[in-house]
């Protein structure tokens, strides 16, 4: 794991597997577990927290289910 200039922590793929505990500002996260994930959509990858990680596929889930509605509107407008 490495540091960056927030001095937040940054995760590598050694660091999947392992076991953390982190102090946040919103609590303490004790055993926090390091895993990798990715978007079945469009392949981006993340590895982090498992708290974390879960917030990379609801916010990719966001991001292309209003792609796909931005598309759908656009082509009911005939592709305005």
Sequence with gaps: MVGDS???RQY???DIGIFVTLVRDDGTYV???IVRVFCPVCGEEFIGTKRDAGGFIAGHR???EHENMSD???ESMGGV
Excluded: R, V
Aim: glycine share 6%; net charge negative; no cysteine.
């Design 31 to 33: 055993e926090a577990e």
């Design 12 to 14: 590598t793929e050694d």
């Design 62 to 64: 966001a991001y292309h």
């Design 6 to 8: 927030d001095g937040k």
């Design 72 to 74: 759908l509107i656009a």
